[in-house]
C-alpha cells in the first residue's frame, strides 16, 4: 500500500482529516455486491463526515452504467469493462494528491511508496488508538527544507519542488478547494517539476476528475505502443498520442484509462512524466 492507507486482512483502513477533525477509516468487501464502510471519530458529526469522504474517495456512489454501456464492448478497454465492471478510481485529499504525485516522479511505485511512509512517519498526524498516520497538510510540508525531504530518498529536483508547491497551497496563492480547477493548474504549472503528469493525477486522484488522465504514464504509452507496434515490448508512443487516443472516452477519460492500465501486465509500474 502507499504512504497512509493500510490493508489487514481484507479490510482497508486509513486516518483522514476532514475540517480539521480526525477519523479513521475502514472499508471491507465480503461479498462481490456489498461494501462496508465505517468511521470512528470524536464526535458524531466529524465521523459522519468522514464516512462521506470515503464514499467520495472509493467512489461507491458513482453511477457508471452509462460508461459501461457506452464501452463494454470497446475494441481497447471493453475486455477490463466486461471483467471489471467495479473498477473505480481511487482518491484522496487534494494536497496528499498533489504531493503524492511529486513524490511518484521518474520512480517505481514501491520505492515512492516508501518515500511517502517516511514523510506521513515524520510530519504527519497521528492516531494514538491505530498507530494510522495521515500524510501530512501543506503547511506541515512547506515547513519542512528540501534538504530533509531528500533524507526521506526523494531526489534533489523533486525535492525542491515538493516544497515549492507546499507553499504555494499553504500560503493561499494555490487554492485545491476552489471549484475553478484550472485556475489552480495554471498555477501549479508555473512552478518548475510540475507539469501535466503531476497536475492530472491531482485532478484525477484530488478532485475526481473523470475527464482528465495522466497521459504521460508510462504504462499507457507502453500499452500503447505494442498495440500500435504489432506487439514490440519495447514500443512506446508519445503523451500526445495518449492524450489523442484517449480524448474519444470524453467525460470518462480518467476511468478509461484506469481500464487501460489494468489491461497492461508489465513489471514495477514507473512514473515517467512530470
Same mark, same amino acid.
Given at each position: 500500500?502507499?504512504?497512509?492507507?493500510?490493508?489487514?486482512? $481484507?479490510?482497508?483502513?486509513?486516518?483522514?482529516? @476532514?475540517?480539521?477533525?480526525s477519523a479513521v477509516v475502514r472499508a471491507a468487501q465480503p461479498a462481490s455486491d456489498r461494501v462496508v464502510l465505517g468511521a470512528r471519530?470524536?464526535?458524531?458529526?466529524?465521523?459522519?463526515?468522514?464516512?462521506?469522504?470515503?464514499?467520495?474517495?472509493?467512489?461507491?456512489?458513482?453511477?457508471?452504467?452509462? &460508461?459501461?454501456?457506452?464501452?463494454?464492448?470497446?475494441?481497447?478497454?471493453?475486455?477490463?469493462?466486461?471483467?471489471?465492471?467495479?473498477?473505480?478510481?481511487?482518491?484522496?485529499?487534494? &494536497?496528499?494528491?498533489?504531493?503524492?504525485?511529486?513524490?511518484?516522479?521518474?520512480?517505481?511505485? @514501491?520505492?515512492?511508496?516508501?518515500?511517502?511512509?517516511?514523510?506521513?512517519?515524520?510530519?504527519?498526524?497521528?492516531?494514538?488508538?491505530?498507530?494510522?498516520?495521515?500524510?501530512?497538510?501543506?503547511?506541515?510540508?512547506?515547513?519542512?527544507?528540501?534538504?530533509?525531504?531528500?533524507?526521506?530518498?526523494?531526489? !534533489?529536483?523533486?525535492?525542491?519542488?515538493?516544497?515549492?508547491?507546499?507553499?504555494?497551497?499553504?500560503?493561499?496563492?494555490?487554492?485545491?478547494?476552489?471549484?475553478?480547477?484550472?485556475? $489552480?493548474?495554471?498555477?501549479?504549472?508555473?512552478? !518548475?517539476?510540475?507539469?501535466?503528469?503531476?497536475?492530472?493525477?491531482?485532478?484525477?486522484?484530488?478532485?475526481?476528475? /473523470?475527464?482528465?488522465?495522466?497521459?504521460?504514464?508510462? $504504462?499507457?504509452?507502453?500499452?500503447?505502443?505494442?498495440?500500435?507496434?504489432?506487439?514490440?515490448?519495447?514500443?512506446?508512443?508519445?503523451?500526445?498520442?495518449?492524450?489523442?487516443?484517449?480524448?474519444? /472516452?470524453?467525460?470518462?477519460?480518467?476511468?478509461?484509462?484506469?481500464?487501460?492500465?489494468?489491461?497492461?501486465?508489465?513489471?514495477?509500474? @514507473?512514473?515517467?512524466?512530470?
Amino acid at each position: 500500500m502507499d504512504g497512509v492507507w493500510r490493508r489487514r486482512g $481484507g479490510v482497508l483502513e486509513r486516518l483522514v482529516v @476532514v475540517d480539521g477533525a480526525s477519523a479513521v477509516v475502514r472499508a471491507a468487501q465480503p461479498a462481490s455486491d456489498r461494501v462496508v464502510l465505517g468511521a470512528r471519530a470524536d464526535t458524531p458529526a466529524a465521523a459522519a463526515e468522514a464516512l462521506d469522504w470515503l464514499r467520495w474517495a472509493l467512489g461507491v456512489d458513482d453511477d457508471l452504467r452509462a &460508461f459501461h454501456e457506452a464501452y463494454r464492448w470497446d475494441s481497447l478497454i471493453g475486455a477490463s469493462v466486461r471483467r471489471r465492471p467495479w473498477l473505480r478510481v481511487t482518491r484522496r485529499p487534494p &494536497f496528499e494528491a498533489l504531493a503524492w504525485a511529486v513524490c511518484e516522479q521518474l520512480i517505481e511505485l @514501491v520505492r515512492a511508496a516508501a518515500i511517502q511512509r517516511r514523510i506521513a512517519r515524520a510530519l504527519g498526524p497521528r492516531c494514538p488508538a491505530t498507530g494510522l498516520r495521515a500524510a501530512p497538510d501543506a503547511a506541515a510540508l512547506a515547513a519542512c527544507s528540501p534538504a530533509r525531504l531528500e533524507g526521506w530518498d526523494l531526489a !534533489p529536483g523533486r525535492a525542491l519542488t515538493l516544497a515549492r508547491v507546499a507553499r504555494e497551497v499553504a500560503r493561499g496563492r494555490v487554492d485545491l478547494a476552489d471549484p475553478d480547477h484550472e485556475r $489552480g493548474w495554471a498555477r501549479l504549472r508555473a512552478q !518548475p517539476g510540475v507539469g501535466s503528469w503531476t497536475v492530472a493525477c491531482l485532478a484525477l486522484h484530488g478532485q475526481g476528475r /473523470y475527464d482528465v488522465i495522466p497521459a504521460g504514464d508510462l $504504462g499507457l504509452r507502453k500499452l500503447l505502443g505494442r498495440l500500435d507496434s504489432g506487439g514490440d515490448p519495447a514500443a512506446r508512443v508519445d503523451e500526445a498520442v495518449v492524450r489523442e487516443r484517449f480524448a474519444a /472516452y470524453g467525460a470518462w477519460t480518467g476511468l478509461a484509462g484506469a481500464h487501460a492500465m489494468a489491461l497492461q501486465h508489465q513489471g514495477p509500474a @514507473v512514473r515517467v512524466a512530470a
